[in-house]
Every structure is written in structure tokens, then in C-alpha cells.
């Protein structure tokens, strides 16, 4: 029997497999990762910084300068009311942002808990909020943040909301599959066995060994929900105006396409390499995460 413990006990106290110490070395020893890290900390930079050094009032119409091409005194051009479309940029990158982080909190927190709940619990709970997830999976994303906020009204707080809401069914699916994985894993039993309670099974083994999985989806929800975001906002369900927000930019200079390009033209740009260096950033995690890889 004194050679059993240790054979028991060993296995539960193998702990996580993500190695953090090197996650950023290897982010920034691959090209694309590095660059995808460079543009979303600009980015970051600008959304804490750039409204302090914006030359204009974005809400501030210059009715002199209506629909102005980019020039010295307006360097992105100004928009159908005379409002300079740079300062407007840079306000909206602090407005984006702050959406996107705050939509993609509500996901994590509500669908790990939802997740974890129901695979740790198991039995009536784990089939009760597996068929109402089922439920909500089959609505696109979309669509249910757009019946959301047709029930809250228009607002970007009401459009924040229905995002983060949008995206808990597919994140509590992943994370009720990976607390699975791990719950049914050796070193789980073999704690179990020697006594080990419930809520330290779950903190200190079950939480780090998803926490690799969940961080990968996040960072790729984190560009979902920029997009979603600017599709109500594009659809006048999100910001409203003179909330200057890169998807209602975008809205607003539809209308003016042909005669004044730039309108619509840098706003959609920032949504594209922002979502864009996400997804790459995301990818690059995945291969570093994932134990298969290594």
C-alpha cells in the first residue's frame, strides 16, 4: 500500500500543460503573430491616447468644409455635416474597443459558467441548459442580437449586451466539451479517490486545463464581436449618432460612396485590420496552446 499512494497521488498533481512563460516568446518569434501583436497594441495605444490628441471636436460640423477631401486641415476628409472624419476615427477606436472587450466579458463569464455548471454538475442541469443552448445555437448570432436589441431599443450599451448574449451558446457548448475532457481524465479520479473536494477539483485542475481552450476563443470572439458590433450600428441598432463608432461611420457614408470615398473607406479599413489581426493572433494561440502541436 505504501507504493499505491504515490501512483495515486502523482497524477493528480500534474497541473496544466499551457507553458504561459513562453506563450508571448513564441507569439512574437512567429512573423505573423508579431506584426498581428504591433497593430493590435497601436490600436490599443490609440483607443486609450487618441482622443487627446484629435485635432478636431468629432461632434463639432465645420459647415464650411462639407464632404472636404483629405487636406492639411482635415487629414481623413470631413463627412456630410462637416465633421472631421480622422477625429471621428480615433474617438471610435475608443468606442469600438471598449464594446467588443465588454461584449466578450458578458460571453466568458455567463457561458463558462453556464458550461462549467453543466458539466460538473451533470444529470437534469447539464440536459436543461444543453437543450436551451441547442435552442439558442440554431438562431445566427446576428439575428439574436438583433431581436435583442429590437426588445432593449437602439443603444450602444443595449447592443453590447446583445452581442455578449449572442455569443454564450457556442461558448458554453466549448467549454462543457472541454470540462468533459478534463472530468473524465485520470488525474481527476485519482483526486478524487484520495479525497479531494469538489471546488478545488474544479479550481485548481479542471479551470487551468480549459483555461488554454477558452483564452483561443476569446481572442477570436473578441473580432466576432467588432463585427457584430458594427452591423447594428450599420443597421441603426447599435451607436447612435453623433456617437462617433467605426460601424455607424460606415453607415453614414454609404450614402456618399461615390462622391466622397473616404467616408466609408477608413472606417471600413480599421474594421478589417483590426478583425483581421485578431483572427491571426487567435490562430497563432491555438497552435501554441494546443498539446498536439508541441
Do not use: C
Not at 497601436?42 to 487627446?52: D, L, Q, R, S, Y
Not at 446583445?162 to 457548448?173: E, H, S, T, W
Not at 481527476?188 to 477539483?201: D, K, M, P, Q
Not at 478583425?275 to 491555438?286: E, K, Q
Amino acid at each position: 500500500m505504501s507504493q499505491a499512494n504515490p501512483a495515486v497521488i502523482s497524477p493528480s498533481q500534474k497541473q496544466v500543460p499551457v507553458r504561459e512563460d513562453g506563450v508571448l516568446l513564441k507569439l512574437w518569434q512567429n512573423p505573423k503573430s508579431r506584426y498581428s501583436m504591433i497593430i493590435l497594441l497601436i490600436v490599443i495605444a490609440v483607443g486609450i491616447m487618441g482622443p487627446w490628441f484629435a485635432p478636431h471636436d468629432p461632434t463639432k460640423p465645420y459647415y464650411e468644409s462639407l464632404l472636404a477631401e483629405p487636406s492639411a486641415e482635415h487629414l481623413l476628409g470631413t463627412d456630410s455635416i462637416g465633421r472631421d472624419v480622422f477625429s471621428r476615427l480615433l474617438h471610435g477606436t475608443r468606442v469600438t474597443l471598449m464594446v467588443a472587450v465588454m461584449a466578450v466579458s458578458i460571453t466568458f463569464i455567463t457561458g463558462t459558467f453556464i458550461g462549467v455548471t453543466s458539466a460538473f454538475i451533470g444529470g437534469v442541469v447539464d440536459t436543461v441548459l444543453m437543450r436551451i443552448m441547442d435552442i439558442l445555437l440554431a438562431i445566427p448570432n446576428i439575428i439574436m442580437a438583433m431581436a435583442i436589441v429590437a426588445i432593449l431599443g437602439p443603444s450602444l450599451t443595449n447592443a453590447m449586451i446583445a452581442v455578449g448574449i449572442a455569443g454564450i451558446p457556442k461558448y458554453a457548448r466549448l467549454t462543457r466539451g472541454s470540462t468533459l475532457a478534463v472530468k473524465s481524465s485520470g488525474y481527476v479520479e485519482a483526486s478524487r479517490a484520495v479525497g479531494t473536494s469538489n471546488a478545488r477539483i474544479l479550481l485548481f485542475q479542471i479551470m487551468p486545463n480549459i483555461m488554454s481552450t477558452l483564452l483561443v476563443y476569446t481572442t477570436l470572439q473578441i473580432g466576432i464581436a467588432i463585427l457584430d458590433t458594427a452591423a447594428l450600428s450599420f443597421i441603426g441598432l447599435g451607436a447612435q449618432p453623433p456617437t462617433p463608432e467605426w460601424g455607424t461611420m460606415l453607415s453614414e457614408g454609404k450614402e456618399y460612396i461615390s462622391d466622397a470615398w473616404w467616408l466609408a473607406t477608413f472606417p471600413g479599413i480599421s474594421i478589417s485590420i483590426v478583425v483581421f489581426s485578431v483572427n491571426i493572433l487567435g490562430d497563432a494561440l491555438r497552435d501554441i496552446l494546443d498539446p498536439k502541436s508541441n
